[in-house]
């Protein structure tokens, strides 16, 4: 069964500063890996995925992902985190073997400090 | 691209009553919906993945008599909360698989509140 980790489940960052949210996954084979953010009283928003080929992937908002298969890892980044990054975000896996159904984390909620 | 929209946003009914909760794929479409439940402060839970033209596919612990599902078309599929009472109360939210890209992109709408009084 697939199962989702995200380790953190607060973060408080100072407003410009880098930001890592953490995921890590179990699954037997090499799953698909998203994130999405969700501000409060809304639906999710799809930041970026991963399904093959360059480990690193570029997303919306200025996030990046690194798939890291060694440590079953999909950690999330942003150089510099503005206020308006502040909201939950959510580790997501997926695969066409299990109907293509998403498993998430519990989610990491983020502050952003002026 | 790859809007999705749920109807109606928020909505509050008398216990016992139905409620239905429309969910629509605006510019793509999409075979496959899902349905989620969240609660305050959680994580998404899996309800039941909605396919179109045929039976929905419930998670286990999901009651299918009590949330009908009904995936008429493409682009649209409608949870029904039938017999509603308090502890229904909750976040819904939809997504959609669109079938022109990469299999397993989900699209969330935003989401329907229900609170049942």
């Known amino acids: 069964a697939q199962s989702v980790t995200q380790p953190d489940i607060h973060i408080t960052v100072s407003e410009g500063a880098s930001l890592e949210l953490r995921c890590n996954y179990s699954?037997?084979?090499?799953?698909?890996l998203f994130w999405y953010v969700q501000s409060p009283g809304q639906g999710l928003q799809l930041l970026l995925k991963?399904?093959?080929?360059?480990?690193l992937v570029q997303g919306i908002k200025g996030f990046e992902a690194e798939f890291k298969r060694s440590q079953s890892s999909f950690n999330l980044r942003k150089p510099s985190v503005h206020w308006s990054d502040a909201a939950e975000y959510f580790c997501?896996?997926?695969?066409?073997?299990?109907?293509?159904?998403?498993?998430f984390g519990g989610g990491t909620r983020v502050l952003v400090k002026p | 691209g790859a809007v999705v929209s749920q109807h109606p946003s928020r909505v509050i009914c008398k216990s016992g009553t139905s409620v239905k909760i429309e969910c629509r794929s605006l510019d793509f479409q999409a075979t496959t919906m899902f349905w989620y439940r969240q609660f305050p402060k959680q994580s998404l839970m899996l309800m039941a993945t909605s396919n179109e033209g045929s039976k929905a596919t419930y998670e286990q612990g999901v009651e299918k008599d009590k949330f009908l599902i009904n995936h008429a078309s493409l682009t649209l599929s409608t949870l029904t909360v039938t017999s509603a009472h308090p502890e229904d109360s909750s976040f819904y939210i939809c997504?959609?698989?669109?079938?022109?890209?990469?299999?397993?992109?989900?699209?969330f709408g935003p989401g329907t509140r229900l609170l049942v009084l």
């Open positions: 699954y037997g084979a090499t799953p698909y």
């Open positions: 997504s959609a698989r669109d079938m022109g890209q990469q299999s397993a992109t989900q699209y």
């Open positions: 997501a896996v997926g695969a066409w073997a299990a109907g293509n159904k998403l498993t």
């Open positions: 991963y399904f093959s080929g360059d480990t």
